[in-house]
């Protein structure tokens, strides 16, 4: 871990000594590089996963890897960039147990005097919209669905200048994937092919940067139709209809529709249709399948009558790299219970999934069951393999909903306490 600051060292001295005359309007007390590490979130299990090499990054293309730094002097009224959209390369080393981003030459980034920054970053880097500095213009590819960004954004972190200290930047991604299998029942049946399409004015959005939310643009945009596998002959063993997981905006549902061709005995086609949206549970209740960073996998029944069913809906964290985050510790695995009296049932039953952050680690969780019936009313998250072995005043607790919201939840207004392998959170109504 020493040779870290070694490196910022190195990096800083260099630039100080390129761009000296470019930086003599700059106090010598602010000749501080801005110095950044990046991590990725965990898989579901919250559990590391382990990297090799700067390809393991995501996005990253021939083994490099860049993300674009922006940064806003936190009491600037006017919201000019102090960082502008700036390029750093992720950089790694068989010493650290995390990514740095190096700037590029001639991009060097040093700390304003006595000033604190809002900084973040994201990839890609080239979607930036024209007219706002801090928005993200992603537009699903009107024809071939892989060529739609996958999209990693940085947590917004505000700070000051701290000698010999790095900002971590925490990235996770920010767009939904869907898998889709298919089986048949009964028989061999013949598959035409499969079609998702996608309302009109919904395959553009906007990432506002600064407030982590999904904006729609006013612009229509006509609609997108993407084409899956084709002429399958299908069995009781499911099979995959794409090479690689889908990406759509969160909370999509109901402008996607899947449209399923099956050859019939005379060589002719039926179709079956259905939205995203009428998909539900064995309770009949819709599950939401496309959630912010969430990969999920449907797989569908098709039978000769040209009926088909859900035969299976699984939701899981993306397995992603987890650069900062070593071996946890803790009480055992289990489950996170969320319980709040008096809250509007309506917004209750919104509950997605929920982000703990206690000792510098994470523990995300999707919530799998909520029970209106009792007082207070509970929610239930999957099973973690690991949990926190303690919270204190310094955790944080992070509820995020199904519409794309997230409320970020204080100490104060939450108590905990561990049952047999759960940790139950009481948290109080007026945090939301």
């Not at 996963?49 to 390809?55: A, K």
Request: proline share 5%.
């Amino acid at each position: 871990m020493a040779f870290f600051p070694i490196v910022v060292v190195i990096i800083g001295a260099i630039a100080c000594n390129e761009q000296e005359e470019d930086l003599f309007n700059i106090p010598s007390s602010a000749k501080n590089l801005i110095s950044l590490s990046a991590k990725m979130d965990a898989n579901g299990t919250g559990k590391a996963i382990t990297r090799t090499s700067v390809s393991d990054f995501p996005n990253a293309v021939n083994d490099e890897a860049q993300v674009t730094v922006l940064a806003y002097i936190t009491n600037s009224h006017d919201e000019t960039p102090y960082i502008n959209h700036e390029k750093a390369d992720v950089m790694s080393d068989s010493t650290l147990s995390y990514y740095y981003l190096a700037w590029q030459e001639g991009k060097e980034q040093y700390w304003p005097d006595d000033q604190e920054l809002w900084i973040t970053a994201y990839n890609p880097f080239n979607n930036k919209d024209s007219h706002s500095n801090n928005k993200l213009k992603i537009s699903l590819h009107p024809k071939d669905w892989k060529i739609t960004p996958d999209a990693i954004v940085a947590d917004p972190v505000t700070t000051k200048y701290l000698p010999n200290t790095t900002v971590d930047l925490s990235f996770h991604h920010i767009m939904s994937s869907l898998n889709i299998k298919m089986k048949s029942v009964d028989e061999n049946v013949q598959l035409g092919k499969v079609e998702i399409s996608i309302e009109e004015n919904q395959s553009p959005r906007l990432y506002n940067l600064k407030t982590t939310q999904w904006e729609k643009p006013t612009v229509l945009t006509p609609s997108v139709n993407y084409l899956l596998s084709e002429n399958i002959l299908l069995s009781s063993i499911p099979v995959n209809l794409s090479s690689a997981p889908i990406l759509f905006f969160p909370g999509m549902e109901q402008f996607v529709k899947l449209t399923v061709y099956q050859k019939l005995l005379d060589g002719s086609y039926g179709t079956i249709s259905m939205k995203l949206s009428d998909i539900k549970d064995n309770t009949g209740t819709p599950i939401s399948l496309l959630l912010p960073g969430i990969k999920s996998t449907l797989t569908l029944s098709l039978k000769p009558t040209m009926v088909f069913s859900v035969d299976n809906c699984s939701l899981q964290e993306w397995e992603v790299i987890d650069a900062g985050r070593a071996t946890i510790h803790t009480e055992g695995e289990g489950q996170i219970e969320i319980n709040v009296y008096s809250l509007d049932t309506e917004r209750y039953k919104k509950i997605q999934s929920i982000k703990l952050i206690s000792s510098g680690k994470e523990y995300r969780a999707i919530v799998t069951s909520i029970s209106l019936s009792t007082s207070p009313f509970s929610a239930l998250t999957e099973n973690l393999k690991e949990l926190p072995e303690h919270l204190d005043n310094q955790s944080q607790l992070i509820i995020y909903m199904t519409d794309n919201s997230m409320w970020k939840i204080p100490f104060s207004m939450y108590q905990y306490r561990y049952d047999e392998n759960r940790l139950i959170l009481t948290i109080d109504s007026k945090a939301f």
